[in-house]
């Protein structure tokens, strides 16, 4: 079944509730290999959706929605993480604007433009110990199914179970890219908080498709 804006207004809210009750998480992730912001800047910002959410009119589609998340994110989340999932959720909605509802190809061409958006600002190749290393697998995962004719809920659920495994091949790296790379070596062991929230997001949004 394809998804609706239902779907969309779902998985933020569950946005909002994950972020939330991993914030202590993400803090401690970012506080080991980078500022310990993290998961504050992540609950504020979705937070911040939360009260925007009801602002809604009616008549949205799957992309406003996004776009909403977008504006609020780069409004209210700060340091690296904003800008890049503002610019995650800003490409991902253009991507399927006026849709009422997503089928498999659309759900693939949403997470791709989430994942070339934060390439696009970020400059993060795979690897570098980035949230670009959980969206990466997730967005091949989701495109090999598709291929094979997966419903969109399962292209979401390929696409969440990567992006984890993706957070967790972080934990070896050395980072290139943002507040740990300053660390040399010394990152190696850690998970990259980013690659974390981004791995929960996606949870969140097959999650919710399955419902
Ligand atoms: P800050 O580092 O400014 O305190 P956050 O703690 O909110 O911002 O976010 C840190 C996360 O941002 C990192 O864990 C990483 O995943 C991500 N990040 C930082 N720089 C980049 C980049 N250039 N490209 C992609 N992701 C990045
Ligand atoms: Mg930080
Ligand atoms: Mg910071």
């Known amino acids: ?94 991507a399927v604007a006026g849709k009422p509802d997503l089928d498999g190809a659309a759900v693939v061409a949403l997470l791709t433009a989430a994942r070339d958006g934060i390439v696009l600002r970020g400059k993060a190749e795979s690897g570098d110990k980035t949230m670009v290393d959980a969206w990466t697998p997730a967005v091949d995962a989701a495109a090999a199914a598709e291929r094979a004719g997966a419903t969109p809920v399962a292209i979401l659920v390929e696409a969440a179970d990567a992006a984890e495994a993706g957070a967790v091949a972080t934990e070896p790296l050395v980072a290139r890219k943002g507040r740990a790379s300053y660390l040399g070596e010394r990152a190696i062991g850690h998970r990259d908080p980013g690659a974390q929230s981004s791995a929960l997001l996606l949870r969140a949004a097959a999650e919710t498709a399955e419902r």
């Open 1 to 94: 079944m394809n998804l609706s804006v239902t779907w969309a207004e779902a998985w933020i809210r569950q946005c909002v509730d994950v972020i939330a009750d991993h914030r202590v998480e993400l803090i401690t992730l970012d506080r080991d290999i980078g500022d310990g912001d993290h998961g504050e800047n992540m609950d504020r910002g979705f937070q911040a959706v939360l009260g925007k959410l009801d602002t809604l009119p009616a008549e949205s589609v799957p992309g406003d929605v996004l776009k909403l998340v977008a504006t609020t994110l780069i409004s209210t989340v700060g340091g690296a993480a904003g800008p890049l999932y503002g610019t995650a959720f800003l490409k991902a909605a253009v």
